[in-house]
């Protein structure tokens, strides 16, 4: 692995409960590095799952720790019960009381702004949309807005999927529902722009949670119903937006050490699929040895043509 320059981000995808395949890879990188996280990164950009690990840093925890807190969080988070076996007639799936004990258990009564005010300073950016001014929120320690909110209220906004679990404060929902369930634009910006790191001392590291494989079947296509589609198309939505961000960063930010990773999997694995933790773990042991290996995503290097004069 290239050793990492003066500044060093982070920037987490969304993915629900396979967050647990960051924080699996960032344990490896801990244990390659000899160095806890939170001593490796000063900055650190999350979007839905992302959040819960971002914060975790923030809140110096080690990767190790944000693994069997997903462990923990899984079967308490995601139970069944009656309202996943009759949804969609219900408004939700998940009751958020769990999600909130889980989080305030590691989180306590933590405001956004103790980060900033720590020693050393840490900067994160959260993300979540408002439904009711119909905009993207990036949720930061050293915004004034944002100082007194709890790190488990910004959190449980980010993680706030539509469908799953209820609004927080009847407006607020998953930070991945705009542009950003892939970070690491926002990331790159928040090191260049706000922190004003020079992108030439600044390396950025950017996790994927795993790409479900392709969708798409010839054979079928033609004789899909109209509500056959949806996931296919959504599934395309999100990963094109996820490559997008990818692209950005590398076109805008070019003095950057940008490094994405990503792992692809095998088999389509739900947000709230808790019964692939294993196989999870596994994907986490890939995505950290393509971390300490130097593997960037195909994602990467993405050549805009020249245009002739």
């Known amino acids: 692995m290239k050793p990492f320059r003066k500044h060093v981000a982070l920037a987490i995808d969304g ?14 990188l801990e244990e390659y590095l000899g160095t806890p996280c939170h001593q490796v990164f000063q900055l650190a950009a ?8 971002s914060a975790g840093i923030g809140a110096r925890l080690t990767a190790l ?10 079967e308490k988070v995601f139970p069944k019960s009656w309202r996943t076996a009759l949804f969609p007639l219900s408004r939700y799936r998940y009751p958020a009381e769990a999600l909130i004990n889980q989080l305030a258990a590691y989180f306590g009564h933590l405001k956004m702004g103790d980060f900033w005010t720590g020693t050393p300073p840490f900067d994160i950016v959260i993300t979540s949309f408002d439904l009711l001014t119909n905009h993207t929120m990036f949720i930061k320690p050293w915004k004034e807005e944002y100082r007194d909110w709890q790190v488990v209220k910004a959190v449980q906004a980010s993680c706030t999927v539509p469908t799953y679990f209820p609004l927080v404060d009847g407006r607020y929902i998953d930070g991945g529902v705009g542009a950003y369930a892939n970070p690491c634009y926002l990331a790159a910006y928040e090191a260049c722009f706000c922190l004003a790191w020079e992108p030439s001392e600044t390396t950025l590291i950017s996790l994927g949670t795993g790409r479900s494989p ?8 033609t004789k899909r119903f109209a509500w056959e589609w949806l996931t296919p198309i959504f599934g ?8 997008q961000q990818v692209h950005l960063v590398d076109t805008f930010f070019d003095q950057l050490d940008f490094r994405r990773f990503q792992v692809d999997m095998d088999e389509s694995i739900e947000m709230d699929d808790t019964s692939q933790m294993p196989l999870l773990l596994t994907y986490g042991n890939i995505l950290g040895e393509k971390i300490i290996n130097d593997h960037y995503d195909r994602a990467m290097g993405i050549v805009a043509p020249k245009i002739k004069k």
């Open 236 to 243: 395309a939505f999100l990963q094109s937006a996820d490559d």
């Open 214 to 221: 392709h969708a798409y079947q010839p054979e079928g296509a």
């Open 65 to 74: 720790e944000l693994t069997d807190l997903y462990l923990n969080l899984g």
């Open 15 to 28: 993915g629900g409960i396979r967050g647990i395949v960051s924080t699996r890879a960032l344990s490896i």
């Open 46 to 53: 999350g979007t839905s799952t992302g959040s819960i690990i």
